[in-house]
């Protein structure tokens, strides 16, 4: 059964079963095993007989137990340093204090003992794959020695939800990794009846900071996309630096987030308004985070089966990045683009380490007894931004992602509250060449048109983000507080991110969605870019590349241009060809709402959409994106328990999936103070989960578009 149907445990008790003595027989005898090898590698590492290391592998074991708590505190007192210091050698201090105890076993200094913990840790780690036939049953073992012993909590009767964001993941994917047997854990879930799959349609931009502001935070506004031009402030903001998430969170917060009531946020952009977040980029040093954060990083590291067994595995999936990338050349994969050393680092963390401490801080969240937690794992989302949404290599990252939710699962049985294991997906991926294979760039573009000085933001930016949160994490940061915030934004000018103070145009890309800002305090409209500019929007909806332009005019509102006709987002008419028939039903919504925004471009430029391969062009250097519209990108997960009540209107857009998950936590006996019934959490009467201009499961229609006449752009009027 899944842990959404079984009944509450009774807190702190956990009888010894024969498999785990079985286990711990196991344990003992690889850790034995691998000593031996140690000691046969390393000279400087003596014993009588091999007895003697059979017990210095016992002794290990139970003295770890009393020495690796302390260490942890020590560690996560004194900050990142100390932490980075046990990972290296805290098993070899053990080691030592053990050797103290064990004197037939000798070694002729401390750096003796360092290399053979590492090297008994590979052995015992590869002993322990082959013996367990490559499953991570070890390590589900450790997850559960990881929290406290008898915990209870004062509200029994409250169910405790967790909250799985398996980041970028699309819908369509989703299934077919569920009918091919990729996510076992899940198929189980569904067709034991615990659980229910639904689509949920995302919001346009398609991003993670506005669909995790949506979700978390209860809205959408002033989010145009990954990163943009923030008129007020003179500069660039991008989502997943720390000084930057802060000031987006601080604009957008109530007080009354997803995670208010004692709810912890893990590896997000933002917070949810936990009282407690870990590796969360708007909180990174503000709160208690940092230093649980260390506290958990150092118990980790230091256990053999913790950080060793995920450095190795870690090396391992940077040989078989390196591997899958030269299949992609050899077998002449199309689309693909270039997938460097960097990348290959960047998805070894995020695929070994990060996971493996995320599911360590979320399983001692619910071995605590944590009423809720939201957590983000970016593994799918990496890959597919290099390799392709559907590509071989993205599925089998899903396979891996799977095994944490069976890893969650037992863990949610020793919980001392009963939980309920939501999954979902902040946006899609749509597949697709770049968009400057065409020869130029999008910047490149609109200087040619313009001969304007035009700053470039086109590298991808949101990969290194969780790594960085866990770093500035660790470091325990406290510069981008509430107030130092403030300070940052006085001293950072617009030379920010390659801005400098004599471009004239700044161009983004996020996705296959281009921004383009005049540097100007106010808004153009579209009459006053077609004084300034006269070749821009013209030349930009010529390019075959680009699909429409949306901006707003001065005599006809938020509008949408492309090469062969116009349409008027308010009221639905224009001229010509519809720019928006190949994107689907619901798109005139998505970009009425984005372009009316304040914070939006003076123009946003959509890639064109292939409809027989539903390819779109992203205007960074990836081969699966999101950010706009055309493909998968705005098709995303939501697997629902069925013990919780999940209304039957489709759900658009990211506060309207808020509003169904605040309702999960009601129903579960949290949020002691809901709120006034009808209103939305920001106190503004709650719109309908669907615009009227958006039929609830509307997708893009099957008939692809007609194919653009040759001439003259019409234009608005």
């Known amino acids: 059964m899944s842990p959404a149907a079984d009944p509450p445990r009774e807190p702190g008790r956990r009888r010894l079963r024969p498999s785990d003595l079985g286990r711990m027989l196991l344990s003992w005898a690889t850790g034995s095993l691998a000593l031996v090898v140690a000691s046969w590698l390393l000279p400087g590492l003596q014993a009588s007989s091999v007895l003697d290391l059979v017990a210095v592998a016992a002794v290990v074991s139970v003295f770890g137990l009393l020495v690796r708590p302390v260490l942890a505190s020590v560690a996560s007192a004194i900050g990142w340093l100390a932490v980075a210091v046990v990972a290296v050698v805290g098993q070899a201090i053990v080691m030592q204090l053990v050797l103290v105890f064990v004197p037939s076993v000798e070694a002729e200094s401390f750096w003796t003992l360092v290399a053979a913990t590492w090297i008994a840790s590979l052995v015992s780690t590869i002993l322990t794959w082959l013996v367990s036939a490559g499953t991570d049953e070890s390590f589900t073992t450790a997850l559960l020695?990881?929290?406290?012993?008898?915990?209870?909590?004062?509200?029994?009767?409250?169910?405790?939800?967790?909250?799985?964001?398996?980041?970028?993941?699309?819908?369509?994917?989703?299934?077919?990794?569920?009918?091919?047997?990729?996510?076992?854990?899940?198929?189980?879930?569904?067709?034991?009846?615990?659980?229910?799959?639904?689509?949920?349609?995302?919001?346009?931009?398609?991003?993670?900071?506005?669909?995790?502001?949506?979700?978390?935070?209860?809205?959408?506004?002033?989010?145009?996309?990954?990163?943009?031009?923030?008129?007020?402030?003179?500069?660039?903001?991008?989502?997943?630096?720390?000084?930057?998430?802060?000031?987006?969170?601080?604009?957008?917060?109530?007080g009354r987030g997803l995670l208010a009531d004692r709810g912890v946020s893990v590896s997000n952009l933002f917070s949810g308004d936990a009282e407690r977040s870990m590796m969360t980029m708007s909180q990174v040093g503000l709160t208690r985070g940092s230093r649980d954060t260390r506290r958990t990083v150092a118990r980790f590291v230091l256990r053999p089966d913790g950080f060793t067994r995920s450095f190795f595995r870690t090396l391992a999936e940077v040989a078989r990045e390196r591997f899958e990338a030269r299949q992609q050349r050899r077998r002449k994969v199309v689309p693909r683009v270039v997938r460097p050393w960097t990348f290959a680092l960047l998805r070894a963390v995020t695929n070994g380490v990060l996971r493996d401490l995320n599911t360590a801080v979320v399983a001692q969240e619910m071995l605590r007894g944590t009423p809720s937690v939201y957590v983000d794992f970016v593994d799918y989302d990496e890959v597919a931004h290099h390799a392709g949404c559907n590509r071989l290599e993205s599925l089998g990252v899903l396979e891996a992602l799977d095994e944490v939710l069976r890893q969650l699962e037992t863990?949610?049985?020793?919980?001392?509250?009963?939980?309920?294991?939501?999954?979902?997906?902040?946006?899609?991926?749509?597949?697709?060449?770049?968009?400057?294979e065409d020869g130029r760039s999008l910047a490149e573009l609109c200087a040619a048109l313009t001969s304007a000085d035009v700053a470039a933001l086109d590298a991808s930016v949101e990969s290194w983000g969780p790594v960085e949160a866990l770093l500035d994490d660790l470091a325990g940061n406290r510069t981008p507080g509430a107030g130092s915030a403030a300070r940052a934004t006085a001293e950072r000018t617009a030379t920010l991110a390659g801005v400098s103070a004599g471009d004239d145009?700044?161009?983004?890309?996020?996705?296959?969605?281009?921004?383009?800002?005049?540097?100007?305090?106010?808004?153009?409209?579209?009459?006053?870019?077609?004084?300034?500019?006269?070749?821009?929007?013209?030349?930009?909806?010529?390019?075959?590349?680009?699909?429409?332009?949306?901006?707003?005019?001065?005599?006809?509102?938020?509008?949408?241009?492309?090469?062969?006709?116009?349409?008027?987002?308010?009221?639905?008419?224009?001229?010509?060809?519809?720019?928006?028939?190949?994107?689907?039903?619901?798109?005139?919504?998505?970009?009425?709402?984005?372009?009316?925004?304040?914070?939006?471009?003076?123009?946003?430029?959509?890639?064109?959409?292939?409809?027989?391969?539903?390819?779109?062009?992203?205007?960074?250097?990836?081969?699966?994106?999101h950010g706009g519209l055309g493909g998968w990108q705005d098709s995303a997960v939501l697997v629902v328990p069925t013990a919780l009540e999940t209304p039957d209107d489709h759900v658009h857009g990211a506060d309207a999936l808020h509003r169904v998950l605040v309702g999960f936590l009601e129903q579960a006996g949290q949020r002691q103070a809901p709120w006034e019934e009808g209103l939305s959490p920001r106190g503004r009467r709650a719109e309908p989960a669907t615009s009227p201009a958006a039929p609830p499961g509307s997708r893009t229609p099957g008939a692809g578009p007609r194919r653009p006449a040759a001439g003259r752009r019409p234009t608005p009027g």
């Not at 899940?186 to 067709?191: A, E, M, T």
């Not at 506004?221 to 630096?241: H, I, M, S």
């Not at 030349?539 to 349409?567: K, M, N, T, Y």
């Open 145 to 254: 020695r990881y929290g406290r012993r008898g915990v209870t909590v004062a509200d029994p009767e409250v169910d405790g939800i967790v909250f799985v964001q398996l980041d970028g993941l699309p819908y369509p994917v989703a299934r077919w990794a569920l009918q091919s047997g990729t996510m076992p854990t899940l198929r189980r879930w569904l067709d034991d009846g615990s659980h229910e799959l639904r689509e949920w349609t995302v919001q346009t931009p398609c991003t993670t900071p506005a669909s995790q502001q949506g979700i978390l935070m209860g809205t959408i506004e002033g989010v145009p996309a990954f990163r943009w031009y923030d008129r007020e402030l003179g500069r660039v903001l991008v989502a997943n630096r720390p000084a930057d998430a802060a000031v987006i969170e601080a604009r957008a917060s109530t």
């Open 411 to 436: 863990v949610a049985r020793a919980a001392p509250r009963r939980y309920h294991l939501v999954v979902l997906s902040d946006h899609g991926q749509s597949q697709g060449p770049p968009f400057a």
């Open 505 to 625: 145009l700044v161009v983004l890309g996020s996705g296959n969605l281009g921004l383009v800002y005049a540097r100007e305090p106010e808004r153009l409209l579209l009459e006053d870019i077609e004084e300034r500019w006269p070749a821009l929007v013209p030349g930009l909806v010529a390019d075959p590349g680009v699909g429409f332009v949306s901006v707003l005019s001065r005599d006809h509102g938020p509008v949408v241009i492309g090469r062969d006709g116009f349409r008027r987002l308010e009221d639905g008419t224009g001229e010509g060809d519809d720019p928006l028939a190949p994107f689907g039903t619901h798109a005139a919504a998505g970009m009425l709402r984005c372009t009316s925004m304040p914070s939006a471009p003076d123009l946003y430029v959509n890639s064109t959409l292939d409809t027989s391969t539903l390819e779109v062009k992203a205007f960074e250097g990836l081969v699966g994106s």
